[in-house]
Nanobody
Framework: VQLVETGGGLVQAGGSLRLSCAASGSIFSINIMGWYRQAPGKQRELVAAVTSGGSTNYADSVKGRFTISRDNVKNMMYLQMNSLKPEDTAVYYC??????????????????WGQGTQVTVSS
């Protein structure tokens, strides 16, 4: 499973950005999709996650400002980020927990990561 994130960039505080994550590969089935972020000198942290059934979970720091969504047909995930703050500055990573089908059976689940996209919020 390959993941490609797009949509990062530089924005002023109070602005908005929308991140996208595209999943591709051979036959696979995605369970949970999530966005993580890592700021310089800090550990990677969960920002938001969404199950295949649409249940969502958010970090307290982004509740009410960020919205995660997914398109199970297109194998896409999105993160709408509003009211951005300088402390939201980080590299944002797409994470997928998925199984894949090869040589007659399903394998996994495994965690897959995108390459990351930089989000910078200026004050």
């Amino acid at each position: 499973v390959q993941l490609v994130e797009t949509g990062g960039g530089l924005v002023q505080a109070g602005g908005s950005l929308r991140l996208s994550c595209a999943a591709s590969g051979s036959i696979f089935s995605i369970n949970i999709m999530g966005w993580y972020r890592q700021a310089p000198g800090k550990q990677r942290e969960l920002v938001a996650a969404v199950t295949s059934g649409g249940s969502t979970n958010y970090a307290d720091s982004v509740k009410g400002r960020f919205t995660i969504s997914r398109d199970n047909v297109k194998n896409m995930m999105y993160l709408q980020m509003n009211s951005l703050k300088p402390e939201d500055t980080a590299v944002y990573y797409c994470n997928v927990n998925a199984t894949y089908y090869r040589t007659g059976r399903w394998r996994g689940p495994y965690d897959y990561w995108g390459q990351g996209t930089q989000v910078t919020v200026s004050s």
